[in-house]
């Protein structure tokens, strides 16, 4: 498993390490004893233990069986792989193409209620045109994807947006002003999805706050986020995908979001940014 910054992550493979420790120590087995009835280097067990290393579910196979612990297999193989889903790389989760990790999260969309959406690089994904978010994974897709399906992406986002504007849902979106400046489109896609987002101003479903450009603003931008009530936190880094579930980390990104939004501006104040930066297109 890649390494991450989240603490949920972190804990969530500390735990499957105690386990695997409170296993090793019911068979009154010490590291060594156990390294050797698995046929690898003590310095594995021991990074293994200090969850510094993710074992293989072989590797999860071999510990049971030194434990005389076979039953264990399928519980740890399963834990092992929430922990693994936490964090995803890119070059992971896109080495069959773009459109699966359009899919891989439709299920998360369908449930979540209240969505909110921190957005500082481009625009939330539930309000791009079709033109924005062709362009969007195109450039993904040139930089680190070899495989090119980038049209069925795209229809896969389409049939999540249909999805979520059905009623059912509510979204809180903040964008800041300079995601509205700047983007891989050209000036006619970029003017197109600004006024895209003008007329999602008005639905009722969706709260649109603009943080405006300034330099005396009281909190710094942070990565893109998507939280999906208060369940789960997506977050979308350079080098993969990370999913938050511990309560105390979304209490953070909800404060963070909190904070965000009371730089915001809305209705008539939104509106002028982006019909500002429709204007700086022509």
């Given at each position: ?22 296993l ?8 060594d ?12 067990t ?22 005389d612990?076979?039953d ?13 889903s ?37 625009m ?8 924005y ?14 495989v090119?399906?980038?049209a ?13 504007f059905?009623?059912?849902?509510r ?29 999602v ?24 986020f ?50 500002a ?6």
């Amino acid at each position: 498993m890649s390494s991450s910054p989240s603490s949920s992550v972190i804990e969530a493979r500390k735990a499957l390490a105690n386990r695997l420790v409170g296993l090793r120590k019911d068979a009154g087995l010490t590291g060594d004893e156990l390294s050797a009835r698995c046929g690898w280097h003590p310095a594995k067990t021991s990074r293994i233990q200090s969850g510094k290393s993710a074992p293989s579910e072989d590797d999860l196979r071999a510990w049971c069986t030194a434990c005389d612990a076979a039953d264990q297999v399928p519980d740890l193989i399963a834990a092992a792989r929430t922990v693994d889903s936490m964090y995803t790389e890119w070059r992971r989760m896109e080495r069959s193409g773009l459109r699966a990790a359009q899919e891989s999260v439709a299920a998360l969309y369908h449930r979540t209620h209240l969505f909110r959406v921190y957005a500082s690089r481009v625009m939330p994904g539930m309000v791009q045109t079709p033109e924005y978010t062709t362009a969007v994974l195109r450039s993904i897709q040139r930089a680190r994807v070899e495989v090119d399906d980038v049209a069925d992406a795209v229809e896969a986002r389409l049939e999540r947006q249909r999805m979520l504007f059905s009623g059912r849902h509510r979204f809180g979106l903040l964008i800041e002003e300079w995601v509205l400046r700047a983007a891989v489109c050209d000036p006619e896609t970029m003017a197109a999805q600004l006024g895209h987002l003008l007329a999602v101003t008005s639905s009722p479903f969706v709260s649109i706050g603009v943080i405006p450009t300034r330099p005396d603003r009281p909190h710094l931008p942070v990565e893109d986020f998507y939280m999906f009530d208060e369940a789960e936190v997506a977050v979308e880094l350079t080098s993969g995908y990370l999913r938050i579930t511990q309560p105390r980390e979304i209490a953070d990104y909800v404060r963070t979001f909190t904070d965000l939004a009371s730089m915001a501006v809305r209705g008539a104040g939104a509106r002028q940014l982006i019909t500002a930066a429709i204007a700086t297109l022509g």
